[in-house]
């Protein structure tokens, strides 16, 4: 059971240093609110409604999950440069099959025009819209 009092003691200090460090910024901070800093703020769109009601482009997310799938295959292929001299050829193979699936991937999103930040749809749904009379 002694054992962990250092544990304890670590938490406790952790907490306090956590505590202490957010009330005295809370003193110290200054308190002047306005309506725009009051605003929730999403990707530059000016939020419209309830936040259960406001709609955003679904680029954002697209890219948003591109961008995350081609981070993490990007940092799989540091650990398989690290080993592919003490493995060999299986792990040259392996490497080629992996980098051609991220290959295949990116021209399917390329593709699909998901690179696109505004799609061929878009521009022309805007082109046929009539203008609005001031």
């Not at 890219?63 to 940092?75: G, H, K, Q, T």
């Not at 540091?78 to 299986?90: E, H, N, S, T």
């Not at 980098?99 to 749904?125: C, N, Q, T, Y």
Request: aromatic content about 12%; overall charge negative; some cysteine.
């Amino acid at each position: 059971m002694i054992e962990y009092v250092g544990i304890l003691m670590f938490l406790v200090v952790g907490g306090l240093f956590v505590g202490v460090t957010l009330f005295v910024s809370g003193l110290v901070r200054p308190h002047n609110p306005t309506r725009e800093k009051q605003m929730p703020y999403e990707c530059g769109e000016n939020p419209i409604g309830t936040p259960w009601g406001v709609q955003f482009n679904i680029r954002f997310y697209v890219f948003a999950l591109v961008f995350l799938v081609f981070d993490v295959e990007a940092v799989m292929l540091v650990p398989w440069a690290v080993v592919i001299k003490d493995i060999g050829m299986p792990a040259l193979i392996a490497g080629f099959i992996f980098i051609s699936m991220l290959v295949l991937g990116l021209a399917d999103v390329w593709v699909k025009g998901d690179l696109e930040w505004v799609r061929e749809e878009d521009r022309e749904a805007a082109r046929a819209k009539p203008a609005k009379a001031a």
